[in-house]
């Protein structure tokens, strides 16, 4: 019996991300960073700045933008960042019919596996714009949906040092912070405000991570 547990802790501790072993969201605080829309030509300078202080991220990456990139998507995954499903054309939901939202999502699980060999267990509607329905196709997909509980709008405010305030006012424990590697301005002031999140004592970790193992489940909406 002893030597089974200790074989099964064993094979659990290998099979995790190094992080996941490590950090654990319900002893320490957690942040989750979350960057939407890529990949994009802006990327790989954030994964540097991410490395640089071993912060991990989750990405919401769009389909069509994976197709362009796909080895970016595959880096994403490699440097052990979490990935999800941010739909195909970046479509807006509730507006499209069942059929064309499981499409949405379904050639993007498609695209995101070819690239990086891990097929997505979360999605993130573009504009936050979900509902029932769209919720309900996600599920026939084993999708979860990822919201956040704080935007920084990086796209709008396109200024480094309003976006440092905002992710900074934004952060809390167990906090989801929605952002875009798309936005330069973003990926700019990322080493400050990342260095800045460390010294506030938060652990930069992904969703599956700040959620303890109990999620992501297909068809529940977090945070
Ligand atoms: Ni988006």
């Excluded at 290998?14 to 960073?33: E, G, I, M, N, Y």
């Excluded at 309900?136 to 396109?158: C, F, M, N, P, R």
């Excluded at 952002?179 to 506030?200: G, I, S, W, Y």
Aim: with cysteine.
């Amino acid at each position: 019996m002893v030597i089974h547990a200790l074989l099964a802790a064993s094979l659990a501790f290998t099979s995790l991300p190094a992080q996941a072993a490590a950090v654990d969201c319900s002893r320490v605080k957690c942040l989750a960073l979350t960057f939407d829309d890529g990949p994009g030509k802006y990327t790989n300078a954030l994964l540097k700045a991410l490395a640089k202080e071993r912060a991990k991220a989750t990405f919401f990456l769009v389909g069509k933008r994976v197709e362009k990139m796909p080895g970016m998507a595959k880096k994403i995954v490699a440097r052990g960042h979490a990935i999800g499903n941010h739909t195909y054309s970046h479509a807006w939901l509730p507006s499209l019919s069942d059929d064309e939202i499981l499409e949405e999502l379904k050639v993007t699980q498609e695209v995101i596996e070819k690239a990086t060999g891990q097929r997505p267990d979360m999605y993130r509607p573009p504009y936050g714009k979900t509902d029932e329905r769209v919720l309900g196709v996600a599920t026939q997909v084993d999708l979860s949906e990822i919201l956040w509980t704080g935007t920084t709008l990086d796209w709008s405010l396109k200024d480094t040092k309003k976006i440092k305030a905002a992710v900074l006012k934004l952060a809390k424990r167990d906090g989801v912070i929605l952002m875009h590697d798309v936005v330069p301005e973003t990926v700019k002031v990322m080493p400050e405000v990342l260095r800045e999140l460390k010294k506030r004592g938060y652990h930069l970790v992904t969703v599956p991570v700040l959620l303890r193992g109990k999620g992501p489940k297909p068809g529940v909406t977090y945070p």
